[in-house]
């Protein structure tokens, strides 16, 4: 059995049987393929691979410099593959189970002020070459930071989930999970007139002989829809125009300002967890930890009591006694 076949069949099971994201596929089938492409320069093949092969491979990712996010990502990929491929019964064993990955640090996410996002936001109804792309722009961003969706939920939202001026909006998550998420009143005047824009857009091309497009924010491309590296594009240039710091601009970031700001305002972890479709509270517990962050530099950097060096207090007698 060739190697490529090991491959597509680990991704179609993947596909059919844990409902596996697109993006999840693409990401197993590169770090696959380049396993692979180490095998093959040593003249082995998935089906005689030792664990000693796969802690070699690790060795050589390190040598590369890869981060031990990557490479703990490759690792998952490959021990995943084996476990796919004992149940087929293509292997007795699994060379990777007892290999641990790469420790990694906790990093706490970054994220933007309100103020930041303000900025944002005004930037997005300012930028455009025309009308229409101007209220498109203003519906992605809030679109996003109402509800807090993964780039690649907002750009491929179906435009019937959007009909009829929603409350909630019906998002088809990691899996195939959907949920609801409600929308702030802003979000909802934002999504108002792009229909109005995009309809008309549609009407146009109808009466030209084209296909109707059935994605909220359509595109010429291969896909449909606008693409996750327009958005991202689209989203930095927001960042110059709002004088916000490009670095600091990504549209996991909108994601994570939607949970830190929630969170600061009240709101509880379970809730949040629900909105950004977390398969477990653990994984959203990481903002309590952002908060604390930021709560603490405030006090940090703006109580009197911490500026150093410290003012002298009324009536504090010195060393001196004076």
């Given at each position: 059995?060739?190697?490529?076949?090991?491959?597509?069949?680990?991704?179609?099971?993947?596909?059919?049987?844990?409902?596996?994201?697109?993006?999840?596929?693409?990401?197993?089938?590169?770090?696959?393929?380049?396993?692979?492409?180490?095998?093959?320069?040593?003249?082995?093949?998935?089906?005689?691979?030792?664990?000693?092969?796969?802690?070699?491979?690790?060795?050589?990712?390190?040598?590369?410099?890869?981060?031990?996010?990557?490479?703990?990502?490759?690792?998952?990929?490959?021990?995943?593959?084996y476990r796919f491929a004992f149940e087929e019964g293509w292997r007795e064993?699994?060379?990777?189970?007892?290999?641990?990955?790469?420790?990694?640090?906790?990093?706490?996410?970054?994220?933007?002020?309100?103020?930041?996002?303000?900025?944002?936001?005004?930037?997005?109804?300012?930028?455009?070459?025309?009308?229409?792309?101007?209220?498109?722009?203003?519906?992605?961003?809030?679109?996003?930071?109402?509800?807090?969706?993964?780039?690649?939920?907002?750009?491929?939202?179906?435009?019937?989930a959007a009909r009829g001026d929603p409350?909630?909006?019906?998002?088809?998550?990691?899996?195939?999970?959907?949920?609801?998420?409600?929308?702030?009143a802003p979000a909802r005047e934002a999504l108002s007139a792009w229909l109005k824009r995009r309809d008309t857009a549609e009407a146009e091309k109808k009466s030209k002989g084209l296909p109707a497009s059935r994605h909220l924010f359509p595109s010429h491309g291969a896909q449909g829809y606008l693409t996750r590296h327009r958005f991202y594009l689209l989203i930095k240039e927001f960042a110059v125009a709002g004088g916000?710091?490009?670095?600091?601009?990504?549209?996991?970031?909108?994601?994570?300002?939607?949970?830190?700001?929630?969170?600061?305002?009240g709101a509880d972890l379970r809730s949040i967890q629900t909105l950004l479709g977390h398969a477990d509270v653990a994984t959203t517990e990481i903002y309590t930890h952002v908060l604390e962050a930021r709560l603490s530099d405030l006090v940090l950097n703006h109580h009197p009591l911490s500026e150093k060096p410290r003012r002298k207090l009324p009536g504090k007698i010195s060393s001196d006694g004076q």
């Open positions: 059995m060739s190697e490529r076949h090991w491959i597509s069949a680990f991704l179609e099971a993947q596909a059919a049987e844990l409902g596996a994201a697109r993006n999840t596929l693409l990401a197993y089938g590169r770090d696959l393929t380049d396993f692979d492409a180490w095998l093959s320069n040593r003249s082995l093949g998935f089906a005689g691979v030792t664990k000693a092969d796969v802690e070699g491979y690790l060795v050589h990712c390190d040598a590369q410099g890869l981060s031990p996010a990557t490479r703990a990502r490759r690792l998952s990929a490959i021990k995943q593959l064993d699994n060379p990777a189970v007892q290999i641990a990955g790469p420790g990694q640090g906790k990093r706490l996410p970054q994220t933007l002020s309100e103020a930041e996002v303000d900025r944002l936001l005004e930037a997005a109804r300012c930028s455009g070459r025309n009308p229409v792309e101007r209220d498109r722009n203003t519906c992605l961003m809030e679109l996003l930071y109402a509800t807090g969706m993964r780039v690649s939920e907002l750009v491929s939202l179906p435009v019937s409350r909630m909006l019906l998002i088809s998550g990691k899996g195939g999970k959907e949920r609801m998420v409600p929308l702030s916000v710091a490009p670095s600091k601009v990504t549209p996991h970031k909108l994601r994570h300002a939607f949970a830190t700001h929630l969170l600061a305002n």
